[in-house]
């Protein structure tokens, strides 16, 4: 099965910038969603920033200017780049893609879907 390995976190100040990776074991040719997905501590897991295989980009309000989602098909890696950076971001990252049947993303749908092991980003000063 792939395997998704994140790397990028660290401890940082407020203000200061990172860039997660995300890379996969195998090609993103058939997968149709990218998705960075964080859980602060004692807290439920949040959806911050979506990439469809056409290109649309999707944010969480609480990122909204501050992160970007990208990713590089040759190297089968997703990309999150975190700027501006606050103690509210900190949480672990985990990166998520995902494939289904039709056009529509909805659970009864999906064929496959993949998760990372987690990467700390902690914001402090």
């Known amino acids: 099965q792939v395997q998704l390995v994140e790397s990028g976190g660290a401890l940082v100040q407020p203000g200061e910038s990172l860039r997660l990776s995300c890379a996969s074991s195998?090609?993103?040719?058939?997968?149709?969603?990218m998705r960075w997905y964080r859980q602060p501590p004692g807290k439920e897991r949040e959806l911050v920033a979506r990439?469809?295989?056409?290109?649309?980009?999707n944010y969480a309000d609480s990122v909204k200017g501050r992160f970007t989602i990208s990713r590089d098909n040759a190297k089968n890696t997703v990309y999150l780049q975190m700027d501006s950076l606050r103690p509210e971001d900190t949480a672990v990252y985990y990166c998520?893609?995902?494939?289904?049947?039709?056009?529509?993303?909805?659970?009864?749908?999906?064929?496959?879907?993949?998760w990372g092991q987690g990467t700390q980003v902690t914001v402090s000063a």
């Open positions: 195998g090609n993103f040719f058939s997968i149709d969603v």
């Open positions: 998520n893609v995902a494939r289904y049947r039709g056009p529509i993303e909805q659970p009864l749908a999906v064929e496959t879907n993949y």
């Open positions: 990439l469809t295989s056409g290109g649309t980009t």
